[in-house]
């Protein structure tokens, strides 16, 4: 499905659900696009995951059913997917700054949220610096760790500074600046060149979970306890080419992408949820450092 008209579909498949249990993975399901993009897609286009997009949306309902003194706050609390009355009053108050009972004697405190409209400007997507490449599967190597959409933002970048400095038997950062391996792990991590990639690969089956790897690649041995290899494809990559300090130039390109190049591109969409950043070596705040982002592409 086109990129812009999935987003616009999921939103009314969400409208028209906001008193059933649903979640991202269902949103996703009905308008055939992958998980982890439409999730990662819908964040950096609207600021809202589609989490909070659905909890906005319904406190928002639930207030204008507080104001007309329809319904009891117990049965609102149901009606909008809470278990108990106290946890959705809790969510109310906090979402527009009044309880349900304050709401009702003043309505000019209730918190407006209308549905989003998808709107794109199409700024240069053709000129993006990228290139799509056919390549043979390969497979990669690294240390794995599952996150949910919610809160990979946050713990991702832990992750990486777990695995870069001294809080491991091994340190990738000493590895990276000569350091001579003396375990099976540290020799993985030099020959494969471990700390290349950042991948994210939706195949959990947990909704809302992916996996995410610090990863190089592999050619082949031993794969040393507490590593893992995942193996792609043959199938195209859009590779898009990122210059500057990071991670502003990583997450101005991704940005990019999702705003731009996916909903003008009329030749390619996502084929599988995974994508690829890749990291040269030297200092990550240079003004010339090189990385890119890898996305899987078929043609439509």
Not at 58 to 69: F, Q
Not at 141 to 156: H, L, M, N, W
Not at 246 to 273: C, H, K
Request: with cysteine.
């Amino acid at each position: 499905m086109e990129w812009t008209e999935g987003l616009k579909k999921a939103i009314d498949f969400m409208e028209n659900h906001l008193q059933d249990d649903i979640s991202a993975e269902d949103v996703a399901n009905e308008v055939n696009i992958s998980s982890f993009y439409l999730q990662r897609g819908f964040k950096i286009m609207t600021g809202y995951s589609i989490g909070e997009y659905l909890r906005c949306r319904r406190l928002y309902m639930a207030a204008l059913d507080v104001i007309a003194n329809r319904e009891k706050v117990i049965d609102l609390a149901y009606k909008y997917g809470y278990d108990t009355p106290e946890s959705f009053t809790k969510a109310f108050t906090r979402f527009h700054g009044a309880s349900p009972m304050q709401l009702r004697k003043d309505c000019r405190k209730v918190k407006t949220f209308l549905p989003l409209k998808i709107v794109v400007s199409i700024q240069g997507g053709n000129d993006m610096d990228f290139t799509v490449e056919k390549m043979n599967g390969f497979q990669v190597i690294g240390f794995e760790r599952r996150f949910t959409a919610e809160d990979s933002y946050a713990r991702i970048p832990e992750f990486w500074d777990e695995c870069c400095n001294h809080k491991q038997s091994w340190c990738m950062k000493d590895l990276w600046n000569g350091k001579a391996p003396e375990t099976p792990v540290e020799k993985a991590i030099c020959d494969c060149k471990v700390g290349e990639f950042g991948i994210c690969i939706d195949d959990t089956g947990v909704p809302g979970e992916f996996r995410y790897m610090i990863a190089g690649t592999y050619h082949g041995g031993e794969v040393p306890e507490g590593m893992t290899v995942f193996e792609f494809p043959d199938m195209e990559w859009a590779k898009f080419r990122c210059c500057g300090p990071m991670p502003g130039s990583l997450q101005s390109v991704n940005t990019r992408i999702f705003n731009e190049w996916l909903p003008g591109n009329p030749d390619y969409e996502i084929a599988m949820g995974a994508n690829i950043e890749w990291y040269d070596k030297g200092d990550t705040g240079a003004a010339d450092y090189e990385s890119a982002i890898w996305i899987p592409v078929k043609r439509k």
